[in-house]
């Protein structure tokens, strides 16, 4: 079976009744959790995103408790997990600014969580590959929000 183009589900999708419509993002939802998760996100929390990002940093800041720091090959493990839980977060609320935020926060994190950096080159490649990610992003935004994501990016590479 050949999968549609988001252009062809586009046009489908607008000649569907609203009933219809419903149905099928219900039955969408139920398929798997990621698509609960965004329907969640689009449908509760989209408005207040400020709100939202809050209570991701809140999620990864309780995770980043539980990383186990005696053991680098254990932390990775839940550094990694961490990683995958903010970016999927990103990709929901599909902001550049929301996605500097959470990225910045994440790597300050990683640096509060006194694990070895520097030691560990999986450890220092993840963190640079993130902070990369963060200047092509922030290059994305308005000058006013780039100013005061700098400083923060400076306490990152500081």
């Known amino acids: 079976m050949k999968t549609a183009s988001i252009h062809e589900l586009k046009q489908e999708l607008t000649t569907i009744p609203p009933a219809r419509v419903q ?7 139920k398929f798997k959790k990621e698509n609960k ?7 509760f929390e989209a408005q207040d995103a400020q709100g939202y990002t809050g209570s991701v940093k809140a999620e990864m800041d309780g995770l980043f408790a539980e990383v186990n720091t005696s053991n ?3 932390a990775k493990k839940t550094i990694r997990k ?16 929301a996605e500097v935020e959470l990225l910045i926060h994440f790597c300050l994190q ?4 006194g694990l070895p ?16 990610k963060i200047h092509k992003t922030l290059d994305t935004l308005h000058e006013d929000l780039q100013y005061d994501y700098r400083k923060d990016i400076k306490r990152l590479e500081g």
């Open 110 to 113: 990683l640096k509060e969580t």
């Open 23 to 29: 149905e099928l993002c219900l039955r969408l939802a």
């Open 37 to 43: 998760e965004l329907l969640t996100y689009l449908l």
């Open 72 to 74: 680098v090959y254990f």
């Open 82 to 97: 961490i990683l995958r839980i903010a970016n999927k977060h990103i990709r929901y609320m599909g902001s550049p600014q």
């Open 117 to 132: 950096l520097h030691k560990s080159a999986v450890l220092n490649n993840l963190f640079q590959n993130q902070v990369k």
